[in-house]
């Protein structure tokens, strides 16, 4: 009997303790977890300021940075923009005679102060000299101007056209319609090579 009230003892003490161990271990965990959902509630509280400052700063920087890079290209394009040009050359027909004077004119979306020019073989697409063709390589254009006057050189007769390739300082590439230069017959009077320079557009 008394082995049983020993054995029944000695159970009711490590069931009493292993109660007692577990309540205690449930209200430890209770007060981590607690102190846990404090913090981290703290640390999400200061989430929306940290944004908002985080905001500011990106629109701070963007006002700051973003109108710089718009001001800076709009100047890049307004200075780099080519004009566009056509040539209304030659007028009448695409036959011009060596040693005749031809107004060069065309029809530009802005004013034109300069043009770089040039006389191209459309054969060979290699320019002529200005000695040789009579066009000057740079030519300033003043404000009672609308033309170039180009009294054609002496070169062999054939295929060509004019080719700009500056307007008002900035690179451009425009050229004209090809025509032929012809040579002036020979043996004829002053009054037929007039003749035939203002049948064909031009002065002699």
């Given at each position: 009997m008394r082995n049983w009230k020993r054995i029944t003892l000695v159970i009711f003490v490590l069931v009493g303790g292993t109660t007692f161990f577990g309540y205690w271990s449930i209200k430890q965990f209770n007060n981590v977890f607690d102190d846990l959902s404090a913090s981290l509630a703290s640390t999400y509280s200061s989430y929306p300021s940290f944004f908002k400052q985080r905001a500011e700063l990106a629109s701070t920087f963007t006002e700051i940075y973003g109108g710089l890079a718009t001001s800076t290209n709009s100047e890049l394009t307004s200075t780099s923009t080519v004009p566009e040009l056509s040539f209304i050359f030659p007028q009448n027909n695409t036959r011009v005679y060596i040693g005749c004077t031809y107004p060069i004119s065309w029809q530009s979306s802005t004013t034109i102060n300069s043009l770089e020019t040039a006389l191209i073989d459309a054969g060979t697409r290699e320019a002529v000299g200005p000695i040789?063709?009579?066009?000057?390589?740079?030519?300033?254009?003043?404000?009672?101007?609308?033309?170039?006057?180009?009294?054609?050189?002496?070169?062999?007769?054939?295929?060509?056209?004019?080719?700009?390739?500056?307007?008002?300082?900035?690179?451009?590439?425009?050229?004209?319609?090809?025509?032929?230069?012809?040579?002036?017959p020979e043996n004829i009077s002053t009054i037929e090579q007039k003749n035939i320079c203002k049948e064909s557009g031009g002065l002699f």
């Open positions: 040789a063709s009579g066009l000057a390589k740079e030519n300033t254009i003043g404000e009672d101007l609308v033309n170039l006057e180009w009294k054609v050189g002496i070169v062999w007769p054939g295929a060509y056209y004019i080719k700009v390739v500056k307007i008002n300082g900035v690179e451009a590439e425009f050229r004209s319609k090809v025509f032929e230069i012809n040579k002036m």
